[in-house]
T-cell receptor
Framework: TQLLEQSPQFLSIQEGENLTVYCNSS?????LQWYRQEPGEGPVLLVT?????EVKKLKRLTFQFGDARKDSSLHITAAQPGDTGLYLC?????????????FGQGTTLQVKP | DTEVTQTPKHLVMGMTNKKSLKCEQH?????MYWYKQKAKKPPELMFV???????INESVPSRFSPECPNSSLLNLHLHALQPEDSALYLC???????????FGSGTRLTVV
């Protein structure tokens, strides 16, 4: 069974601070996706990383996929209150296109003004 | 159109009722999904449809019955639900390849 361990589960920081969320597994994934979810809404896709070692930047967010395609991280620079939400990493199975997206447990981020 | 539309947004039903959740997308995605999400937990996969055919059923109880009438629509028929089935039900769609999923806003279901 493929599992994704996401840490930390909760994070409360002040506006302007930096943070990193980790997503780790002992299994290989064909892709890793990061989503952000607001209360009462569906997850919104932030990025998909596919290639081992890949780094993608989305404004103040930086996403990395591990060389072995087993782990990923999300780094936010100078966090803002608008970054508050639930961040979810999700992996597509090793052979890809399985239809089974495996989610980490999520990181609840609160950014205080 | 880059959205997945779910209706209704909220639903309260009794344990003897029959109701349906609807999901629609016009992005040409050929894979559609139903997920269940409890408070402060990640979404859990229920069903996967690929090219209008059911490809994955994650051992979901038969009181949940999915239907895919065409490539744009996905329904979830509900019958004789239990209070523990109360949750946010999310529909998603994707195209072939590692492009990520587009989720709808969900239906908040309460079973009384």
């Amino acid at each position: 069974t493929q599992l994704l361990e996401q840490s930390p589960q909760f994070l409360s920081i002040q506006e302007g601070e930096n943070l990193t969320v980790y997503c780790n597994s002992s299994s290989v994934f064909s892709s890793l996706q990061w989503y952000r979810q607001e209360p009462g809404e569906g997850p919104v896709l932030l990025v998909t990383v596919v290639t081992g070692g890949e780094v993608k930047k989305l404004k103040r967010l930086t996403f990395q996929f591990g060389d072995a395609r087993k782990d990923s991280s999300l780094h936010i620079t100078a966090a803002q209150p608008g970054d508050t939400g639930l961040y979810l990493c999700a992996g597509e199975g090793g052979s890809g296109n399985t239809g089974k997206l495996i989610f980490g447990q999520g990181t609840t981020l609160q950014v205080k003004p | 159109d880059t959205e997945v539309t779910q209706t209704p947004k909220h639903l309260v039903m009794g344990m003897t009722n029959k109701k349906s959740l609807k999901c629609e997308q016009h992005m040409g995605h050929r894979a559609m999904y139903w997920y269940k999400q409890k408070a402060k937990k990640p979404p859990e996969l229920m069903f996967v449809y690929s090219y209008e055919k059911l490809s994955i059923n994650e051992s979901v109880p038969s009181r949940f019955s999915p239907e895919c009438p065409n490539s744009s629509l996905l329904n979830l028929h509900l019958h004789a639900l239990q209070p523990e089935d109360s949750a946010l039900y999310l529909c998603a769609s994707s195209r072939t390849g590692n492009y990520g999923y587009t989720f709808g806003s969900g239906t908040r279901l309460t079973v009384v």
